[in-house]
């Protein structure tokens, strides 16, 4: 038998699932010939299919230099560095991938896969056009090209692109999955449920599908549902490390529906546990974070004339600790004709790390110009979201920490400190398994410790912020008199009074967070004290919090 015949026989080894036989196959080919480069990127790719990712570097590798004219070595080459890791590395590789063979679909589908994950967005969405227009049912491109529009902003194209790629293909997963979180947003909850349950239909062990619907459902004890989420539980430890958490925290939910309080705990201690496994977290860096904000802000440095002159109002932050109400807020908020909620931008966190090195210390070096240079690419920045609004809400939480750079940045712009009860605060970030990582949530003490100095710098806050521009909300009075803190809020932030302000639940715009099911809803009073039937497992937090609040009503 000669090599090629030889090589075609291990191609359908390979193809037959035997992946052994193919192995030792290409084995023999390079015993005969070490230069036959067919045999070391099939090796590649049999090694690639198994898990085997250094592996498949190597053999994909040798092929490419061994036949550097071939586009597809450099292709298959580039989708094993970009799944290892290294999208820059596959960046280069692909570039040569198509400079060979720009027709080939799944060359630019894997540069889309790169730039995506070098964040370029803007040329990722270019490469997965151009694998759709060559390949106009390739449904992959079309979940991938939603899924970057969707993280740029563009919900409404990427809505587009994942239902054309399920009606290419209704059984592909993500695409109904990542469907059904848009329809979550904008409050069609009944369509989003049908189309996480298509995800869990075409693939039952789809874990993020799973809990995404949790989160839209109450359980009870005969739920089809949780029969499922059981038995998956029944080999949590065969699942990767990310599912596993997502089951935990899935599981916890359901049993808390169901009123078995302790059962929920358990998973929920469970995932929490296992992701702080996965976490790395300073927790005396944090604390000098803190000290070093209080230090470079302190009263005097509001006296001085390093603070830009741009008063422009647009701008409304809506701080605090996550799951305190912040949603509600937004939504209140935006039930005005003049305000447009942006949810939880990035924007301000880019600004910093690109523009001010070393922060907090770095402010103060800053002059007066270079600090309204920095709010004014801030608001070009938000004003692309809505050109004509009056006012623009940003939500992210964590923003507390720049209130005293935005006091200098923007003094036009109202801070709104969304606060609630700290148990409940606490314990609802316990218990929520986030979207992105907040390194602190994940441990009962480290989390109440995390509460505490974010009080700690909400009152030094209060103590040297310029009169007007701070103002705290209490969740729990925004559920006993809407209409009060409601006109309160939009009072402070310089609009006339609209009755529409207490219709929030009617809102059409997008809600892009973990509340995005209840602020669809009146407002309601479930969610206070909803620690209380767990509080004999919440010893390390009650004991974290007494130490800043001994005298507070926990």
Known sequence: MNLNDAIHMAVKLANQGMLDQAEEACRDILTANDKYHPAYHLLGQLAFQQGKDQIAVQMTHKAVLLDGTRAIYHRDLAEILCICGKPA????????????????????????????????????????QTTIKLSPDHGRAYNNLGAVLEMTGRAAEAK????????????????????????????????????????????????????NLSALKRYKKNDEHFRQLSAMAENVSNLPFANQVRLYFTLGKAYADIGKYDTAFDFYRL?????????????????????DIKTAFDKKNFKNNKISKNDDPTPIFIVGMPRSGSTLIEQILCGHSDVYGGGELSILTDIVKAKIKNFPQGVEALSAGALKEIGDEYLLRIKELHPTAKRIVDKMPANYHYAGLIAKILPGAHIINSCRNPMDSCFSNYTRLFLYTISYAYDLGELGRYYNRYQDLMKHWHRVLPKGTLLDIHYEDVVANLEEEARKMIGFVGLEWEDRCLRFHKNRGPVRTASAAQVRKPIYNTSLQKWRPYEKHLGPLIEALKDDTPDADL
């Open 89 to 128: 590395d596959a960046l280069q590789v692909i570039k040569r991938a198509v400079a060979l063979n720009p027709n080939d679909p799944k060359s630019h589908y894997v540069a889309g896969m790169a730039l995506t994950a070098i964040g370029d967005h803007d040329k990722a969405v270019q490469a997965y």
């Open 160 to 211: 587009k692109a994942y239902t054309k790629a399920i009606k290419i293909n209704k059984n592909h997963a993500e695409a109904q999955n990542n469907l059904a979180t848009i329809l979550v947003a904008e409050g069609d909850i009944p369509n989003a449920k049908k189309h996480f349950e298509a995800a869990i239909k075409a693939r039952p062990n789809y874990i993020e599908a799973h809990h």
């Open 271 to 291: 995932g929490n546990k296992t992701m702080r496994s996965g976490i790395q977290y300073d927790e005396k860096e944090a604390v000098k974070i803190i000290e």
